[in-house]
């Protein structure tokens, strides 16, 4: 069973950076997918892309590429987000999923969600 | 890109009724399809998982079928506590993922 908790809420002026955590405890942390999904109010939910922490290297979704860095680091079990450029639209949810079994991308495991408001 | 066209994008029933939503890929995505709820203020829980499984502890009303590019969600008789916003969700290994555009789910 993989257990994810996300920091806190966030409020950053447009064209900064935030930068999300996700701490996982559970399941094999090196072999499982971690991918970030936001949701904007009254839009749907939008995968930003993911990383599995053994192969190192991140997959983004062409909306958001050059403007996300997803990470992970082994020692401290936490995946992290960084979205650059912050603009208003931007302002959403964003969630940390985790696959239901290593190495697949079905998002079994959720974190509890972190509000990023974008306002000048 | 696969585009998943989700649909209908609201509807409204009573207790107790059959509720269905569907789900078109632009493409064959296999068995990778699974279906999410969102309810306001929580994280998505995942209902079903590979088009048809259900997942631990989701009530038996909760239903998926399809193949290929066309799937199926039902709940059998609805309840007040699936209030919601149902969303498919299709993921590859590359990794490819999509969700779909949601259908949110309102009581009569």
């Known amino acids: 069973q993989v257990h994810l908790v996300q920091s806190g809420p966030e409020v950053k002026k447009p064209g900064s950076s935030v930068k999300v955590s996700c701490k996982a405890s559970?399941?094999?942390?090196?072999?499982?997918?971690f991918s970030w999904v936001r949701h904007v109010p009254g839009q749907g939910l939008q995968w930003m892309g993911g990383i599995i922490p053994i192969f190192r290297t991140a997959n983004y979704a062409q909306r958001f590429q050059g403007r996300v860095t997803i990470t992970a680091d082994e020692r401290t079990r936490t995946a992290y987000m960084e979205l650059r450029n912050l603009r208003s639209e931007d302002t959403a949810i964003y969630f940390c999923a985790g696959g239901r079994l290593p190495g697949e991308w079905s998002h079994g495991y959720w974190g509890q969600g972190t509000l990023v408001t974008v306002s000048s | 890109d696969i585009q998943m066209t989700q649909s209908p994008s609201s509807l409204s029933a009573s207790v107790g009724d059959r509720v269905t939503i569907t789900c078109q890929a632009s493409q064959d995505i296999g068995n990778f399809l699974n279906w999410f709820q969102l309810k306001p203020g929580k994280a998505p829980k995942l209902l079903i998982y590979e088009v048809s499984n259900l997942e631990a502890g989701v009530p038996s009303r909760f239903s998926g079928s399809g193949s290929g590019s066309k799937f199926t969600f039902t709940i059998s008789r609805l309840q007040p506590e699936d209030v919601a916003t149902y969303y498919c969700h299709q993921y590859d290994h590359l990794p490819r993922v999509t969700f779909g555009g949601g259908t949110k789910v309102e009581m009569k």
């Open positions: 559970g399941g094999d942390f090196n072999s499982n997918s």
